[in-house]
């Protein structure tokens, strides 16, 4: 079993709608978490980055971590076709070495 | 200002063959990381530098790789003795002390033929 678990999608929406991505993982030790958004052949771009349970929002962007159900989500709302792309959550135990999951791939239909 | 640029963006190298791959990182960022990246997969993590010295080498899958970064900012990745199962994306990201988020570059894609 991974340590961390994340739907691969494809996740298909229309334009406009409110995107729920989410991630578990069983490694009680992670303490950071975050949410990249990596666009075909580039990098990872970080979108969010927290630290404790609760809510953190940016923007169209809400992260959620629940550190009690080891689940994390991130919330897109009023999607555009712009964020069609596959979300990778990423957490840390402060060791600083990144734990990926797998990614979502997300379609955003115009 | 300047992201990570990591050279070259492609590479092609037959079995057998050794390769470098180049990082850049962000000016004044102090920590630089390099990842790997399957198809279809999230990053795996490599090695982690703190200034000139490696502070985490944990995720090197064996001794045919090795990196270095001898004046604490550009870094390379050296892979000895190319496998077709090294083929992969290699993800060079920096971050400006230990608590900063990571940013990555856009990769050095590694085909083995």
């Known amino acids: 079993q991974k340590e961390v678990e994340q739907d691969p999608g494809p996740l298909s929406v229309p334009e406009g709608a409110i995107v729920s991505l989410n991630c578990t993982y069983s490694?009680?030790?992670?303490?950071?978490f975050m949410w990249y958004r990596q666009y075909s052949r580039k990098g990872p771009e970080l979108l969010m980055y927290?630290?404790?349970?609760g809510n953190k929002e940016d923007g169209r962007f809400t992260a959620q971590v629940d550190k009690s159900s080891k689940y994390i989500s991130l919330f897109i709302r009023d999607s555009q076709p712009s964020d069609s792309a596959t979300y990778l959550c990423?957490?840390?135990?402060?060791?600083?070495?990144?734990?990926f999951g797998s990614g979502t791939r997300l379609q955003v239909q115009p | 200002g300047a992201g990570v640029s990591q050279t070259p963006s492609n590479k092609v190298t037959e079995k057998g063959k050794y390769v470098e791959l180049r990082c850049d990182p962000i000016?004044?960022?102090?920590?630089l990381y390099w990842y790997r990246q399957s198809l279809g997969q999230g990053p795996e993590f490599l090695i982690y530098?703190?200034?000139?010295?490696?502070?985490?080498d944990s995720g090197l899958p064996n001794d045919r790789f090795f990196a270095v970064r001898p004046e604490g900012s550009v870094s390379t990745l050296k892979i000895q003795r190319t496998e077709r199962g090294d083929s992969a994306v290699y993800l060079c990201?920096?971050?400006?002390?230990?608590?900063?988020?990571?940013?990555f570059g856009n990769g050095t894609r590694l085909t083995v033929t």
């Open positions: 000016s004044g960022h102090t920590a």
């Open positions: 530098f703190q200034g000139t010295g490696a502070a985490d």
């Open positions: 490694n009680s030790a992670f303490q950071y």
């Open positions: 990423a957490m840390d135990t402060g060791r600083r070495a990144l734990t």
């Open positions: 927290t630290y404790s349970s």
């Open positions: 990201a920096s971050s400006l002390n230990e608590d900063s988020p990571l940013h």
